[in-house]
């Protein structure tokens, strides 16, 4: 998913402290994948209420976001709008992968082998409408404010950075640093008091492998991003010599000679993108008597714990003071 750029950049490593007191504005799909692949029965089936539907995604919102409101940490969710017609191709192969993996998972589960249908289900998860819409019914209930985006989801994050809403983008795919991402956190979802979460700050970042961000777009491109299939050969260590030599340009216009794409548009796609500007942050005091209607008697979560993570959400409750103080 997204551009390989994990063989060229160090991250940082710092824990759930460093972000307390901060907003981070995280990136709804890259992150409901991650629940609806993970949080699963052991043979693969997703968690679903008696009526059959899927609420793998709801317990992975409630859960996360409670602890870390509990740490002081507010997020702000952002889902993707329309995508590029650039992006066409990917989402067609993304789908295609799934089709199989839910076709091999089937077979798995069918012959027994529950570790086989494990590892294939997780790898056929799919957002539907329903999915998407309850995630945001859920935001809502918890108190957690949710923007729309124009085009892609990381630019909109980035964007919350850029403007000061957020401190940090929290996203699995190191596409942010090209959609120019101040700062970007994976792996929000480990505890990071062992020290797992990884941060990255995009002038940092720069500055170590001796590159400007165009530079940095133009790798990607070379790589291979989610708008356009690389250059056959041209991993990130290749692509970073390139750079140093000055050749990325020649190199390119090589690869647009054979793409079907104007790699020109990626390149504004990265540093041009479309968003929304019209947008409100506000953290609610949580509806805790809707949150309890809503997971337990509609959907069968055990009203204890429900109850327990609702009340980690009191964090919200207090005053929130200017985001400038933040940082």
Known sequence: MGVKLKDIIEPEKIGFKDLEGRAVSIDAFNTLYQFLSTIRQRDGRPLTDENGNVTSHLSGILYRNS????????????????????KSDTQQKRREVREEAEQIYKEALAEGDTEKARK????????????????????????????????????????????????????????????????????????????????????????????????LIDMGILIGTDFSEGLKGVGAKTALKLAHKGQLEEKIAELQKQSTHD??????????????????????????????????FEHGFSQERVSKAADKLKNLNSSQGSLDAWF
């Open 263 to 296: 790699l020109d548009e990626v390149r504004q796609l990265f540093l041009n993108h479309n968003v929304n500007t019209d947008y409100k942050i506000k953290w609610e005091k949580p509806k805790q008597d809707e949150l309890i209607e809503f997971l337990c």
């Open 120 to 215: 294939f289900a997780m790898r056929s998860s799919k957002l539907s409408p329903e999915i998407i819409e309850s995630s945001k019914k859920l935001l809502t209930l918890m108190g957690i404010p949710y923007v729309e985006a124009k085009g892609e989801g990381e630019a909109q994050a980035a964007y919350l950075v850029a403007n000061g809403d957020a401190y940090a983008v929290a996203s699995q795919d190191y596409d942010c640093l090209l959609f120019g991402a101040k700062r970007v956190v994976r792996n929000l979802a480990v505890n990071s008091n062992l020290g797992n979460l990884e941060y990255y700050e995009l002038n940092r970042v720069l500055k170590e492998l001796k590159i400007s961000r165009q530079q």
């Open 67 to 86: 602890s870390m409101i509990e740490k002081d940490i507010k997020p702000i969710y952002v889902f993707d709008g329309k995508s590029s017609e650039l």
